[in-house]
C-alpha cells in the first residue's frame, strides 16, 4: 500500500473517531495503535507503553504540571479579582479604563498562571459584573475578558509554548521571551478598541439621556481617593514581585525551566498562605486536586499525540506531506498563509496543544526550508491558536464566558469577541511585517540565534 493511501486512511480514521464523540487523548492513541498493529511489526504493540514514556520523559515537559499548580494556586484564591481591583481603581480616570483595566489583569494574570481559561474565570467572575454594572454592554464586557484570556497560552510561562518548543527543538527561554512583544501589542491593541467602544457607547448614553431617556450606569462617575489607590496595593504587589522574580531566575541564568516552575509554584502556595490565610487542607485541596486533573489530562493529551506523531514518521505520511509541501513550490508568503489557514481551520475542533503536536511534523521542516525563523513562527502560530479559543464553533473562552456570565446571551458574547478576533489579525500581520516584535527581546537578551 502507498505512502499516499496510508496517509489518507490515517487522517480519515482520525476524523472519525474524534467525531465520534471519543476524547481527543484516546482518540489519538486508539488510531495510532491501530494503524501499528496493521502497518507495523508486531513487536512495535509491545513497546507502546515504552514509547509513551520515552515521549514524556523530557526534562521540560516536566514544568507543565508545576506551572498548572502555579496557576491553580492563584487561580483558586482571590488573587485575580484583587488584581483586577487594583488595576481598574488607578485607571479609573481613563476613558474607557474599566475596560483596560480587565485587558492589563488578564495580562498580569496569565503572565502569572500561564492558563487560559483560568485568566477568563479568575478575571472575568469579578470584572464583567462591575462592567455590566457601569454601563457596559454584555457582549462588549465578554469580549473583552474572552479575548484577554488568551493571553495564557502567548505570555510566558505558557503551556503551549512549552510544547512547541519541544516539537520545534528549540529555546523555550527564547521562546518564551518572544511571546512578550506580541503579548504587549495585543494588550495595546485591545486596550485601543477599548477606549474607541467606550467612547461610542459612552456618547450614545449621554445623546439618550440628554433626550430624555433614562440615565444610563454609563454616566455615574465614582471617584477613588488617594487612600483607596493606595490600600489595593499591599495584596497584589506580592503576585507582580513573584512574576517578576520567576522572570528573573529564568532568564538570568539561575534556574532552568523546570526549576522556575517548581520555584514559583512554591513561592505562589506561600503567597495564597500568607495573604489569603489559606493553608489548611480544605483550602489546599481544590488546588492539589484542580492541578491534578489538569495535569492528567493535558499529559494524556501530550503522550497519546507525541504516540500519535511518531507512527506518522515511522509509516513516512509527515516526511511525505512536508516533501509534497515543498514541492509544490509555494513562494514563502504563500506557504506560511496556507499553514496559518490550516491551523485555523483545526482550531475550530482541536485545542492549541493537539495542534501543535500533530502538524509540528509536517509544517515545521517546509517553514524551516523556506527560511522561517522557528521561534518567530512558533509566536504567530500561538496568536492564530489565540484567535481558535475565542471564535466559534468551538471556542473554549466563549463557553468559560457563558460558564460565569450565564445571563449574556451566546449571540451577544459571539459577536463581542469577533472584534478581538480581528485585531488578532491585524497582529499576526503587524508580527509579519516587523519579525523584530517577537525575536527583538530574545536576541537582546540571548543573543542572535542561528535559524
Known amino acids: 500500500?502507498?505512502?499516499?493511501?496510508?496517509?489518507?486512511?490515517?487522517?480519515?480514521?482520525?476524523?472519525?473517531?474524534?467525531?465520534?464523540?471519543?476524547?481527543i487523548a484516546f482518540a489519538l492513541g486508539g488510531v495510532a495503535t491501530m494503524f501499528m498493529y496493521f502497518f507495523m511489526p508486531a513487536a512495535s504493540l509491545d513497546t507502546v507503553t515504552q514509547n509513551v514514556y520515552e515521549e514524556l520523559a523530557s526534562i521540560t515537559l516536566l514544568s507543565i504540571p508545576l506551572f498548572i499548580l502555579k496557576g491553580a494556586a492563584i487561580g483558586k484564591s482571590p488573587a485575580g479579582r484583587d488584581l483586577y481591583?487594583?488595576?481598574?481603581?488607578?485607571?479609573?480616570?481613563?476613558?474607557?479604563?474599566?475596560?483596560?483595566a480587565n485587558v492589563f489583569a488578564c495580562g498580569l494574570f496569565a503572565a502569572m498562571a500561564g492558563s487560559s481559561p483560568a485568566t477568563c474565570s479568575a478575571i472575568g467572575s469579578a470584572g464583567i459584573p462591575e462592567m455590566r454594572k457601569r454601563g457596559y454592554s454584555g457582549g462588549f464586557?465578554?469580549?473583552?475578558?474572552a479575548a484577554g484570556g488568551t493571553l495564557g497560552i502567548l505570555l510566558p510561562p505558557s503551556i503551549t509554548m512549552i510544547l512547541f518548543a519541544v516539537a520545534s527543538e528549540t529555546s523555550l527561554g527564547?521562546?518564551?521571551?518572544?511571546?512578550?512583544?506580541?503579548?504587549?501589542l495585543l494588550v495595546v491593541l485591545f486596550s485601543l478598541y477599548a477606549m474607541w467602544r467606550y467612547r461610542r457607547e459612552y456618547g450614545n448614553a449621554l445623546v439618550e439621556h440628554q433626550g430624555g431617556g433614562i440615565k444610563s450606569a454609563y454616566l455615574d462617575d465614582h471617584v477613588y481617593t488617594r487612600r483607596e489607590k493606595v490600600e489595593m496595593l499591599p495584596r497584589v504587589l506580592p503576585f507582580v514581585t513573584l512574576l517578576i522574580g520567576v522572570m528573573v531566575a529564568l532568564y538570568g541564568g539561575y534556574a532552568t525551566p523546570s526549576e522556575t516552575a517548581g520555584l514559583g509554584a512554591i513561592l505562589a502556595l506561600?503567597?495564597?498562605?500568607?495573604?489569603?490565610?489559606?493553608?489548611?487542607?480544605?483550602?489546599?485541596?481544590?488546588?492539589?486536586?484542580?492541578?491534578?486533573?489538569?495535569?492528567t489530562m493535558l499529559m494524556m493529551i501530550i503522550g497519546m499525540s507525541l504516540?500519535?506523531?511518531?507512527?506518522?514518521?515511522?509509516?513516512?505520511?509527515?516526511?511525505?506531506?512536508?516533501?509534497?509541501?515543498?514541492?509544490?513550490?509555494l513562494s514563502k508568503w504563500v506557504l506560511l498563509a496556507v499553514i496559518l489557514l490550516m491551523v485555523v481551520v483545526l482550531g475550530f475542533f482541536l485545542p492549541?496543544?493537539?495542534?501543535?503536536?500533530?502538524?509540528?511534523?509536517?509544517?515545521?521542516?517546509?517553514?524551516?526550508?523556506?527560511?522561517?525563523?522557528?521561534?518567530?513562527?512558533?509566536?504567530?502560530?500561538?496568536?492564530?491558536?489565540?484567535?481558535g479559543l475565542i471564535h466559534p464553533p468551538v471556542g473554549l473562552?466563549?463557553?468559560?464566558?457563558?460558564?460565569?456570565?450565564?445571563?449574556?446571551p451566546l449571540r451577544d458574547v459571539i459577536w463581542g469577541v469577533m472584534p478581538f478576533v480581528g485585531l488578532m489579525l491585524l497582529a499576526v500581520i503587524l508580527c509579519c511585517l516587523f519579525p523584530a516584535i517577537a525575536t527583538a527581546l530574545p536576541n537582546a537578551v540571548m543573543g542572535v540565534s542561528a535559524k
Do not use: C
Not at 464586557?141 to 475578558?145: D, K
Not at 504516540?307 to 513550490?329: D, N, P, T
Not at 473562552?397 to 449574556?408: E, S, T
Open 307 to 329: 504516540l500519535y506523531s511518531y507512527v506518522m514518521s515511522y509509516l513516512h505520511i509527515s516526511q511525505s506531506a512536508a516533501e509534497s509541501i515543498v514541492a509544490m513550490g
Open 1 to 23: 500500500m502507498s505512502v499516499l493511501t496510508i496517509g489518507l486512511l490515517y487522517g480519515a480514521a482520525t476524523l472519525l473517531l474524534m467525531f465520534s464523540g471519543m476524547p
Open 174 to 184: 527564547r521562546l518564551f521571551l518572544a511571546g512578550i512583544g506580541p503579548g504587549v
Open 85 to 100: 481591583l487594583a488595576i481598574h481603581v488607578w485607571l479609573q480616570r481613563v476613558p474607557g479604563g474599566l475596560g483596560i
Open 397 to 408: 473562552n466563549i463557553f468559560v464566558i457563558r460558564n460565569i456570565a450565564p445571563d449574556i
Open 141 to 145: 464586557a465578554a469580549g473583552i475578558i
Open 270 to 295: 506561600s503567597l495564597v498562605a500568607l495573604i489569603y490565610k489559606l493553608w489548611r487542607p480544605g483550602q489546599i485541596q481544590p488546588m492539589l486536586l484542580g492541578t491534578l486533573r489538569e495535569s
Open 352 to 387: 492549541p496543544v493537539s495542534i501543535i503536536l500533530m502538524t509540528a511534523p509536517i509544517i515545521l521542516p517546509p517553514l524551516k526550508a523556506a527560511g522561517f525563523d522557528l521561534i518567530w513562527f512558533g509566536v504567530v502560530m500561538t496568536i492564530v491558536m489565540e484567535m
